[in-house]
Antibody
């Protein structure tokens, strides 16, 4: 059974940093693109970033480019999102999402999400 | 990248069919057959319902179907049931090798 379990969310002041983790199990982690998608409470979904199976290719939404870094550790079957220079508008539930073998494959499994609140 | 445009709400009676539209541009929906649809119940994570415009993952009811014409994709739910009441989001791959989601549609079963 595919499982994605996020951790690392919490309350952080504007300008601060936070690292989210996503522990993956039930599939061959290195075979899949992985994504982060966020959702502001009561609002819609926004794609944040993705990374390919071996970690050599990453892409970011314009809203987080230069501030967030996605990475993965295949030995630990874990996906990360390093978030720096956090802003109020980064407040959201962050979902770890599994993609497919190709970058354009759909988001087929989602974690339960971890809440990040950026506030002074 | 601007969000894809969906109606804010759609409603229907049990047994009826409803259709949710999702409008984008030539750089996303119009340029690729990589449109997917997600169902989200309150407090839950989204669930993949349709991928590559019209394909259903294993386990998803055949009451759900997808299509695309030009820059607009559509999700149709036939034989509407109470359990279909949820938020629905479309998504498309884009020419920037990123992804864009729709604004979301709340489906109400009357």
């Amino acid at each position: 059974e595919v499982q994605l379990v996020e951790s690392g969310g919490g309350l952080i002041q504007p300008g601060g940093s936070l690292r989210l983790s996503c522990a993956a199990s039930g599939f061959t982690f290195s075979s899949n693109w992985m994504h982060w998608v966020r959702q502001t409470p009561g609002k819609g979904l926004v794609w944040v970033s993705h990374i390919n199976g071996d970690g050599s290719s990453t892409t970011y939404a314009d809203s987080v480019k230069g501030r967030f870094t996605i990475s993965r550790d295949s030995a630990k079957n874990t996906l990360y999102l390093q978030m720096n220079s956090l802003r109020d508008e980064d407040t959201a539930v962050y979902y770890c999402v599994r993609g497919g073998a190709r970058s354009w494959n759909p988001f087929d499994y989602w974690g339960q999400g971890t809440l990040v609140i950026v506030s002074s | 990248q601007s969000a894809l445009t969906q109606p804010a709400s759609v409603s229907g009676s049990p047994g009826q069919s409803i259709t949710i539209s999702c409008t984008g541009t030539n750089s996303d929906i119009g340029g690729y057959n990589y449109v997917s649809w997600y169902q989200q119940h309150p407090g839950k994570a989204p669930k993949l319902m349709i991928y590559d415009v019209s394909n259903r993952p294993s386990g998803v009811s055949n009451r759900f179907s997808g299509s695309k014409s030009g820059n607009t994709a559509s999700l149709t739910i036939s034989g509407l049931q109470a359990e279909d009441e949820a938020d629905y989001y479309c998504s498309s791959y884009t020419s920037s090798t990123t992804y864009v989601f729709g604004t979301g549609t709340k489906v109400t079963v009357l």
